[in-house]
């Protein structure tokens, strides 16, 4: 398993600004992911962080909206930009190997961010 | 949409009972696997069954997985108040790494 620390935990924004949101492993990982959760749903992937390269993202998902960084194996950031009250929501990374029908993501404690 | 589905939404027992949670998908899979959530944070990976097993055992967990009624499920036996929490039924698609998440299960256990 993988110690993955999100920072900050909770964050109130305004209307119109941005928020970057920060991922670190304590050990070098192949895949990182981002997932938005709104509130009292489920799980949703934005994008699959790619090192050294742009990031994959899913359907609904644009990177002018969320860009994302990853600048070695172990980091990560994802901005939540332009924010309106829509994007309340959970923000949480992940990682895994994801080289076997084995491999699992280890989940980061979440961001909770309110947008007013 | 491929998301899961979870049966039931909600669920609430008296601690020392058993609790079972059910989940349905629609493709093939890679595997599935259980996580938990407390009150709106990080899931912690409870459990995975490859879609060539049929049933798998973690402590007071027991997950069942049947590929041809393309369903699962979590049973938690002599639950816990500390079992209270959302629950996710987890999945990867045959060939993908990517999971996709059921709508969960948020289960109280009544002390």
């Known amino acids: 398993s993988a110690v993955i620390s999100q920072k900050p935990s909770r964050d109130i924004c305004q209307r119109g600004t941005s928020l970057t949101i920060q991922c670190q492993v304590d050990?070098?990982?192949?895949?990182m992911f981002w997932y938005r959760q709104q509130p009292g749903q489920s799980l949703t992937l934005i994008a699959t962080?790619?090192?050294?390269?742009?990031?994959?993202?899913e359907s609904g998902f644009v990177i002018d909206k969320f860009p994302i960084s990853r600048p070695n194996l172990t980091f990560s950031t994802l901005t939540v930009s332009n924010m309106s009250p829509e994007d309340s929501s959970i923000y949480l990374c992940s990682v895994g190997r994801m080289k076997t029908s084995t491999d699992t993501q280890y989940f980061g404690p979440g961001t909770r961010l309110t947008v007013l | 949409s491929q998301q899961g589905e979870e049966d039931p939404q909600a669920l609430s027992i008296q601690e020392g009972e058993n609790a079972t949670m059910n989940c349905s998908y629609k493709t093939s899979i890679n595997n599935l696997q259980w996580y938990r959530q407390n009150s709106g944070r990080g899931l912690v990976h409870l459990i995975l069954i490859r879609s060539n097993e049929r049933e798998k055992h973690s402590g007071r967990l027991r997950v069942t997985l049947d590929t041809s009624k393309k369903s699962s499920s979590l049973l938690i036996t002599a639950s816990r108040a500390a079992d209270t929490a959302s629950y996710f039924c987890?999945?990867?698609?045959?060939?993908?790494?990517?999971?996709?998440f059921g709508k969960g299960t948020k289960l109280s256990v009544i002390p």
């Open positions: 962080a790619n090192q050294g390269s742009e990031a994959t993202y």
């Open positions: 050990s070098q990982v192949t895949m």
């Open positions: 987890v999945y990867s698609g045959a060939g993908s790494y990517q999971l996709t």
